[in-house]
């Protein structure tokens, strides 16, 4: 009887080397080696070999996450943090059509958002902040479908917010902090069924929170409100109140005015309410004081009657990287 063993060992070693040199597509493979081009020596002595997923020999380049798809591997994630990138969005990164998390954040990456990221429909993570892109943000971004997460904070963007960003159904937590947006915040975005965290403080807008508020139903659940820093005019309307999983809601160096409605003491998670240095007036309604989540009431500058006073003491909130990630 003639034995089978050396030739299975040699069908196991064939497949073990079929899976260990399995390629990586070339589309992604060109798109990588053009960023490396552009990035810098920061980047590039990291990046060593040619192949971006690796090729057995040498591990994958840092910040490259590769998955196997079929025959070929291709690269899912690419995260390219603090390291002083200089010049402009990489183009080429919109080339890697199966990307699902983009990390850029703490560069000084400069220009546009171009609008070819458009093409990247499997994104879910997308973290610009920290740099000094500019512009107005490409309607294009409506087309990311797949969004949960979108940090473009800290940058010089300009121009509307674009209600294309309510095109976005699985966003969770959008942050448009510290740019320089200006005229009205889309209501449109108070259709998004999924969002947690809007943060639009530091910018140039205007407008109302009636008019934020208009469309029924609106951020059913919205838990983190921060329209801080900028120039909102008008009253807090009742109708806020609303929006019962709020927890954060800051208001804070607006141009605001009116009473408070007692209503906004009975949103029941309530536990950050910033209303300082706007033009408030009137009392603070006593159901504020009752509320057994409220931690942090802040009324300094406005025209509140005297003996009103504030709950605890006034601290900044900012959200972590860990925070983001939830």
Sequence with gaps: MVSLWPLTLI???AFSISIT???????DVKALNEIKASLGWRVVYAWIGDDPCGDGDLPAWSGVTCSTQGDYRVVTELEVYAVSIVGPFPIAV?????????????????GPIPPQIGRLRRLRMLNLRWNKLQDVLPPEIGELK???????????????????LASLPELRYLYLQEN???GRIPPELGTLQNLRHLDVGNNHLVGTIRELIRIEGCFPVLRN?????????GGVPAQLANLTNLEILYLSYNKMSGVIPAALAHIPKLTY????????????????YKHPLLKELY???NGFRPGVNPICTHKVLELSDTDFLV
């Design 11 to 13: 069908c196991i070693l």
């Design 21 to 27: 040199h399995c390629k990586t597509l070339k589309r």
């Design 94 to 110: 919109t080339n890697l059509l199966d990307l699902t998390r983009l990390d850029l954040h703490n560069n000084k990456l400069t």
């Design 146 to 164: 797949r969004m949960t997460h979108l940090s473009l904070s800290f940058n010089n963007f300009k121009g509307e917010i674009p209600k294309e």
């Design 180 to 182: 320089r947006f200006t």
């Design 225 to 233: 409100l921060y329209l801080n820093n900028n120039y909102l005019t």
């Design 273 to 288: 309410f910033y209303l300082d240095h706007n033009q408030f007036s009137g009392r603070i309604p006593d159901a504020f």
């Design 299 to 301: 009324i300094e500058g």
